[in-house]
C-alpha cells in the first residue's frame, strides 16, 4: 500500500520538503504563520481548550455561584468581577442561555497541591512557594460564536505551609503591566489542562482501563 493512500500528500510535501527548504524543518504552526504574537491572545487561550490536547473538561456553567465538590467552598469569582463582560446579559442570563462555560480544576488539584508544591528536597513541614495552583476559568460563548475568558481564580489549599493564602481572582487586563500577570495566570490554568490530559484523560481513563484486560 502506497504510504499517500494514508498520509495526506500535503503532509507528505511538509515534512519532506521539496521547495528547497531543510528536510524535516516543518513549517510554523497556523496560529502564528502571520501574528507571531496571536498565541498571547485570549481567543487562541480559549480555543486551545477546545482544539487543544484535553477537550475533554471544559463544560457549561449550570450552576452559581460555583461550589467545590470536594470541601464546599465557594468560587470567589463574583458576579461584579464578569457582569462587564456579558454583553449587556445578566448573570442568570447568560446561564439560562447557556452563554457561560467553565474549567473548573479545583477539585482535582486542590487535594495534591501540597505534595505537587513541596519537592524531596524540601522539608515537608517549612513554608513552599507554590508552583501550581488549582485554577477556575470562567468564559463567556460571545455572539460571534468565539469564547471569551472572563476570570481565573488560583487557589491553594488552607494550610499553614501556603500561609493560609485566600483565593486569587484575577480579570483580563486593560493594558499595561496587568497583562504579564493575567498572561501568567493563564499559565497556570494550562498547567493544570496538560497536567490533567497527561495522568486523567489519557492515562487513567484509557491505559489504565482498558490494558488490565
Ligand atoms: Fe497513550
Not at 481567543?43 to 465538590?69: H, R, T
Not at 513541596?118 to 477556575?136: L, M
Not at 487586563?173 to 490533567?196: Q, R
Request: glycine letters at 4%; aromatic letters at 10%; proline letters at 6%.
Amino acid at each position: 500500500m502506497a504510504v499517500s493512500s494514508f498520509v495526506p500528500l500535503q503532509k507528505l510535501k511538509e515534512v519532506f520538503r521539496i521547495d528547497g527548504e531543510e528536510l524535516l524543518r516543518f513549517q510554523k504552526p497556523q496560529v502564528i504563520r502571520d501574528n507571531k504574537n496571536a498565541w498571547k491572545k485570549d481567543e487562541e487561550f480559549a480555543k486551545e481548550m477546545l482544539a487543544g490536547v484535553n477537550p475533554v473538561k471544559i463544560c457549561c456553567l449550570q450552576d452559581w455561584p460555583i461550589k467545590s465538590k470536594v470541601d464546599g467552598t465557594i468560587c470567589k469569582i463574583s458576579e461584579d468581577d464578569i457582569q462587564k463582560n456579558l454583553e449587556g446579559l445578566s448573570v442568570g442570563q447568560a446561564i439560562n442561555n447557556k452563554k457561560l462555560f467553565i474549567l473548573d480544576y479545583y477539585d482535582d488539584f486542590i487535594p495534591y497541591l501540597r505534595l505537587i508544591n513541596t519537592t524531596a528536597a524540601e522539608d515537608i513541614s517549612s513554608k513552599v512557594h507554590p508552583r501550581a495552583y488549582a485554577t477556575r476559568t470562567v468564559l463567556l460563548l460571545k455572539n460571534d460564536g468565539t469564547l471569551k475568558p472572563l476570570a481565573i481564580e488560583l487557589s491553594l489549599p488552607q494550610e499553614a505551609q501556603f500561609d493560609g493564602t485566600p483565593p486569587q481572582v484575577y480579570l483580563p487586563p486593560e493594558e499595561g503591566a496587568e497583562e504579564w500577570t493575567w498572561m501568567l495566570t493563564k499559565a497556570y490554568v494550562v498547567v493544570n489542562d496538560s497536567s490533567y490530559h497527561q495522568l486523567i484523560s489519557h492515562w487513567l481513563q484509557t491505559h489504565a482501563v482498558v490494558e488490565p484486560f
